[in-house]
């Protein structure tokens, strides 16, 4: 086994294993540190497919930014040494079965699908090259998009602080 | 017709709708005398228009070659329905309108100023005015109609008026009653009338007065060819328009509404309810009286013996009454049966066509006449505050300009000369003479019975025991004595009008002379009634009451009005009610509202019984989800491939 | 085949993570660990598009920028959910998912 691959198969075992703990864990500071590190090994699957700019997005803004916003609410609201109770045994079984169908239905199409899929060497995705593409509007432009986004997180900003903010009259 | 136009005329219709919109809609934030006086004020300028128009019509344009001619003075289309199928509004100008113009607005002008007295101080003085502009545009666009169909528009409208002005006091439920009687029964009637319409014109192919009236046209003998029932289509179809006639002029059996209707306002019931409404029939039959006479002529036997009867009935009815403006109502049910009695027994041209004259002349001295018996009641129940004969007395004293003109009044209608009633009842008796002799010798019984029941009313009223009164009678103010004068005069005078030179069936003036071997006997039979109710009224005595006795099972029915709006009752609570229309409430009760309801009780019970997946548990809702998307998936990515 | 990787391999990968998230959204109670699940789902689709990009159209940027758009997106939901959340908090006194049912009936 090459290098290559041992690597791909680290990072898919701690996503996966991560991932179940996240959504199992019955401490709640735990469950957001184990997201964690299921964010901070999808950056290095980017990695692996040479995106490297995506991999330092992928652990500045949601390593470093949601989930950071995350513990402080975690913080904001709950008591971090209790421990969620069991939940109910019906509930976890079909939502089980649910998650499992569905994902043996993915799977299996997956699987019968025949990708084409190519060895050629990947373009080279630089900051210039990123930079370039956003700001452009013909091809490989994706002014707007970006344009788009950025209103939109502009609108997400406004109405976070016009939620969370405490009403006057009460 | 020369280079003058009446196109003007438009405006006489018109005026009277304007004020009403101002009336009605601005009518609150206005001084209710200034709204009674711009009211007046709109009816004094149409009738001045109207009596221009007249003078014109008569006497410098109307007549062409010898002959009174039928203008178009305006007309335009209404509605469009198709190529053929349009309906027309118009104004039409001939002796009839011209004449009926010149009624309406005389006594609608008159009733406007004296109902600035009378209606003093009542709450909705403005709406009042309103309605009456309302019902004066309605009957002007009714007289001027240039086809049937306006006729029958303006007709409702006429009806609904009516209907709004006999429940002017709404919230006396004898009123609110009587209004929506009045508007049933007429409204039933008119059913007639407008099936009538419609087969008339299906067969003559035209709603268009002048096309259907034209005595030489094709129009006018279509349909008389096809029997249905033994009787020619034509006539079936004149006789249901004679129907409607009949509700609106209130002919017996349709009658019960009249005397009801007079829980309206006293001037409501001297225009509408004696003066110009409920001679619409009676210009109805005289503006179609070309088809009637060559088309149909035993529709006119039949007009002929319902005005008779109805002069007869309500006569014998009127003697009897206490209520001072039921006995008026009588008398003008026995007064448009005259009417229609004089139309019935009319021949054409000349001095055949004597009848059609007379009964448009009655209908101009009644009006007058029968105006102001009602206005004067209307000062009599003012100073009184009473409706009833009993309660009044003597007032003669009192009452001095009332007194008068209603003692005018009584002679005009008890066919005295020189007083016009004389000249037109005589012309009647003509034409029922030498036409039918047993309805003119019922007509000069109903003459003597006329002048006895009014003179019963003259001298219970004015002389007799007085009564104690509350507080002293004193005389209406001048908005009411000035109408009561004025037609006073036209009372005495309008008799004089040649109405022979004016109004006849064919357009062409005749000649005639009052036929003194008839009018003779007629004034002796009237003196003699006169004297009767003198004897018996005039000073206390108890002659009424041996009468009474005497005859008490006919007392007994004419005071109860011949048990006719009992039979209606019978009819319709014990037999429609009962038999019809409860089976049918039961039927819509139980299996229509049933069948809506269990339709409503099931969508309940279902909603109750799955509320409890709006459970508000949003991961619920995202199982549900997440479940349905995968089936989706699956569906559509294997089950149903092609 | 890229390294010896083959592109089934990512999306495999990114399917159990996907459905992991959802089965976290269905079972976790505290709305700040249905959060979690969340983010967890859309990693899993951010991981697909890199992987189609990077496999199928290697001279293209697409798959690329749709990531690092719902990498934004993620962002903007993640503050509005936590404005969300703590308004829910100051309201319920809670965040448990099951107590928030005012919607029902």
């Known amino acids: ?170 | 017709m020369g280079d003058f136009s009446f196109a003007y005329s438009i405006w006489i219709p018109l005026i009277p709708f304007f004020t009403f919109i101002l009336l009605g809609l601005a009518g609150h934030i206005l001084k209710p005398r200034l709204a009674g006086i711009i009211g007046t004020t709109a009816l004094g300028v149409i009738f001045v228009m109207s009596l221009y128009t007249a003078y014109q019509y008569f006497f410098v344009y109307g007549m062409v070659d010898g002959v009174y001619q039928k203008i178009i003075a305006y007309n335009t289309t209404w509605l469009q329905f198709t190529d053929t199928l349009h309906i027309h509004m118009g104004v039409i100008l001939d002796p009839i309108s011209v004449m009926m113009l010149v009624v309406v607005t005389t006594v609608s002008f008159m009733v406007h100023l004296y109902s600035i007295g009378y209606m003093h101080g009542e709450l909705g003085f403005e709406r009042f005015f309103a309605f009456l502009s309302l019902f004066s545009f309605a009957m002007l666009g009714l007289v001027v109609a240039t086809n049937i169909f306006q006729m029958y528009i303006f007709w409702e409208l006429v009806g609904v008026s009516s209907y709004l002005l006999i429940g002017f006091y709404y919230q006396k439920p004898s009123a609110v009653a009587a209004s929506k009687k009045a508007f049933i029964v007429t409204r039933f009637a008119d059913l007639g009338f407008l099936i009538g319409i419609l087969i008339l014109s299906y067969i003559t192919g035209t709603f268009d007065f002048i096309t259907i009236t034209d005595p030489n046209g094709a129009a006018i003998h279509q349909g008389s060819g096809t029997a249905f029932l033994g009787l020619s289509v034509m006539t079936w179809a004149v006789l249901l328009i004679f129907i409607g006639g009949a509700g609106k002029s209130a002919m017996f059996p349709l009658h019960i509404w009249l005397p009801d209707a007079m829980e309206g306002p006293t001037p409501v019931s001297a225009l509408i309810h004696a003066a110009t409404m409920v001679v619409a029939g009676v210009y109805l039959v005289a503006r179609l009286f070309p088809v009637y006479y060559f088309s149909a002529p035993e529709a006119l036997h039949v007009i002929a013996y319902v005005g008779g009867f109805t002069s007869l009935f309500a006569a014998v009815i009127a003697c009897t009454q206490l209520d001072i403006k039921r006995i008026l109502a009588f008398s003008t049910l026995s007064q448009i049966g005259y009417m229609m009695l004089a139309l019935g027994v009319s021949g054409w041209g000349d001095h055949e066509g004597v009848g059609f004259m007379a009964g448009n002349f009655h209908l101009f001295t009644h009006a007058m006449f029968k105006a102001l018996l009602f206005l004067g009641s209307g000062a009599i129940i003012h100073a009184v505050h009473s409706n009833y004969m009993n309660e009044m007395g003597g007032l003669r004293k009192y009452l001095p300009i009332t007194h008068l003109t209603f003692l005018i009044a009584c002679l005009t209608i008890a066919g005295i000369p020189p007083f016009s009633g004389f000249f037109s009842k005589d012309e009647i008796l003509v034409a029922a003479y030498h036409h039918d002799k047993v309805l003119f010798f019922v007509e000069y019984f109903v003459a003597g019975l006329t002048a006895f029941y009014m003179f019963r009313l003259y001298f219970s009223v004015f002389w007799g025991k007085e009564p104690h009164y509350h507080h002293k009678p004193h005389e209406a103010p001048a908005t009411m004595t000035i109408p009561l004068i004025f037609l006073a005069l036209a009372s005495i005078f309008t008799g004089f009008i040649p109405f022979t030179e004016l109004v006849t069936t064919d357009g062409v003036p005749f000649h005639a002379h009052i036929d003194w071997g008839i009018a003779l006997p007629s004034i002796g039979i009237g003196v003699l009634g006169i004297l009767g109710a003198m004897v018996m009224y005039r000073r206390e005595t108890n002659l009424p009451e041996k009468m009474a006795a005497n005859l008490k099972y006919l007392y007994r029915w004419s005071y109860n009005k011949f048990y006719i709006d009992e039979v209606y009752l019978f009819i319709t609570k014990k037999i429609i009610f009962r038999y019809i229309s409860r089976p049918v409430a039961w039927f819509d009760r139980h299996m229509v509202d049933g069948a809506m309801n269990g339709m409503a009780g099931l969508t309940n019970l279902i909603s109750f019984k799955i509320r409890g997946f709006q459970s508000g548990q949003v991961q619920k809702y995202a199982f549900v989800f997440v479940t349905g998307a995968l089936a989706l998936a699956l569906v559509f990515i294997y089950l149903w491939t092609n | 085949m890229l390294y010896g990787i083959r592109l089934e391999y990512f999306l495999i990968l990114a399917t159990l993570m996907f459905f992991v998230g959802i089965y976290g959204f269905l079972t976790r109670r505290n709305l700040i660990t249905m959060l979690m699940s969340v983010e967890l789902i859309l990693n899993a689709v951010n991981i697909q598009f890199v992987a189609f990009n990077r496999y199928l159209f290697p001279d293209k940027l697409e798959g690329h920028f749709f990531s690092l758009i719902v990498v934004a997106v993620a962002a903007a939901e993640a503050a509005v959910a936590i404005a969300i959340i703590i308004n829910i908090y100051r309201h319920f006194t809670s965040i448990n998912v099951e107590d928030v049912d005012e919607m029902k009936y």
């Open chain 1, 1 to 170: 086994m090459e290098l290559n691959e041992i690597m791909f198969v680290i990072f898919g075992a701690v996503i996966v294993f991560f991932s179940i703990l996240t959504v199992t864990s019955r401490r709640i500071l735990r469950a957001a540190t184990f997201l964690l590190f299921v964010l901070v090994a999808t950056a290095g699957l980017y990695f692996w497919l040479n995106y490297e700019f995506m991999a330092a997005v992928q652990v500045t803004l949601y390593a470093g930014g949601i989930v950071v916003l995350i513990i402080f609410s975690i913080l904001l609201t709950s008591n971090i040494n209790d421990r969620f109770e069991k939940v109910a045994g019906r509930k976890v079984i079909f939502s089980a079965l649910a998650a499992i169908a569905g994902a043996i239905l993915c799977i299996t199409t997956i699987l019968q699908q025949e990708f084409q899929a190519t060895e050629a060497l990947a373009r080279e995705v630089n900051m210039n090259v990123i930079g370039r593409s956003l700001m452009n509007y013909g091809e490989n432009g994706f002014v707007l998009p970006f344009e788009v986004i950025s209103v939109l997180l502009l609108a997400a900003m406004i109405s976070a602080i016009v939620i969370a903010k405490k009403s006057k009259s009460k």
